[in-house]
């Protein structure tokens, strides 16, 4: 049987750059900064949950005196395997439990720790409706695949057999989105039938540029779309 999990008050955090994490979603992390490794120890010895936050660009800009503002909205997740290194860093699989909101710093002494609420999905629309926009999703994947984007087979195989719309997209946003903010765009969003028309619409525009470079390229190779 298993437990279930609470989400406490307050967990510690870690902020990466140019990373959006999402609920559902596994993440490799490698452990090597001081404060983390801490953190870690401690994590491993109570509750195994942290949150991991993309550190925000705007507030970069605008606060000087912020170290590493992570956006408001991120994923707490749980530490799902841990082996650690014999020079003291470890590598871990985390796994996204639930969108959660900064509320504000606890400490940031030896690692940050802030106080969150966590955030609710709501459906947005008919299930009909969300069912038909992950379909539409599905066959962006394929058209992207198609014409010549990275997009790993494993991962499409496996997102068909995902129904649930809110896990399609998180889980099809985190593996397959590599514009930062448009996935921070998509966690934000409360509202699935929001998150599933955010990705569509950037799916959309990728499709619609790798077909017009086609076009342009014709059967010449990169190095040669000029001479078409």
Do not use: W
């Amino acid at each position: 049987m298993e437990m279930e999990i609470v989400v406490p008050e307050e967990v510690p955090v870690m902020t990466l750059p140019n990373l959006v994490f999402f609920p559902q979603a596994l993440l490799p992390l490698h452990i090597f900064e001081p404060r983390y490794r801490q953190m870690l120890r401690e994590v491993l010895a109570s509750t195994r949950l942290f949150a991991v936050a993309g550190i925000d660009p705007g507030r970069v800009a605008d606060d000087t005196e912020a170290f590493e503002p992570p956006h408001r909205v991120a994923t707490v997740g749980i530490v799902r395997a841990c082996q650690k290194n014999e020079n003291g860093t470890s590598n871990l699989l985390i796994q996204g439990l639930c969108r959660v909101e900064f509320l504000g710093v606890v400490s940031e002494q030896p690692y940050r720790r802030m106080r969150i609420r966590t955030l609710a999905s709501q459906p947005g629309n008919d299930p009909g409706d969300n069912d038909r926009l992950r379909t539409e999703l599905t066959k962006l994947i394929a058209l992207k695949r198609k014409f010549g984007a990275t997009v790993p087979k494993e991962m499409a195989d496996f997102l068909r057999t995902v129904k649930d719309p809110e896990t399609f997209v998180d889980l099809a946003a985190f593996s397959l989105c590599d514009d930062s903010g448009v996935k921070q765009q998509v966690l934000e969003a409360l509202d699935v039938r929001r998150r599933l028309q955010l990705f569509t619409a950037h799916l959309r525009r990728e499709v619609a540029d790798l077909r017009l470079h086609q076009q342009l390229q014709g059967r010449l190779p990169d190095d040669r779309i000029t001479e078409n």
